[in-house]
């Protein structure tokens, strides 16, 4: 059974910085991509950011494009989020995700293409 664990939520004021990890964990686990999805109270779940391992790409949602970094390790099967100059409406539970290593195929978009394993969320506010 594949388990992810985020962490690293809590509270900041506006301009602050937050750093997410996650941690996966399960016998015979390896994926495709991790990544980051957040859900605002009352709002549809948004992609954040994900990266692919195999070549290493990077995706970015809309939001937090210019301001927040994606990195992680494949062997370790973590992934972490780096935010900056974070805004109150960047406030919402964050989720970590992984796609299963049957979507390490040409044209896999973590953005768009779904994911198949989900953690329980942490929930970063931000105050202004």
């Known amino acids: 059974q594949v388990q992810l664990v985020e962490s690293g939520g809590g509270l900041v004021q506006a301009g602050g910085s937050l750093r997410l990890s996650c941690a996966a964990s399960g016998r015979t686990f390896s994926s495709a991509a991790m990544g980051w999805f957040r859900q605002a109270s009352g709002k549809e779940r948004e992609f954040v950011a994900a990266i692919r391992w195999s070549g290493g790409r990077l995706y970015y949602g809309d939001s937090g494009k210019d301001r927040f970094t994606i990195s992680g390790d494949n062997a370790k099967n973590t992934v972490n989020l780096r935010m900056n100059s974070l805004h109150p409406e960047d406030t919402a539970v964050y989720y970590c995700?992984?796609?299963?290593?049957?979507?390490?195929?040409?044209?896999?978009?973590?953005?768009?293409?779904?994911?198949?394993?989900w953690g329980k969320g942490t929930l970063v506010t931000v105050s202004s």
């Open positions: 995700a992984a796609a299963a290593s049957r979507r390490n195929y040409s044209g896999y978009d973590p953005s768009r293409d779904g994911m198949d394993y």
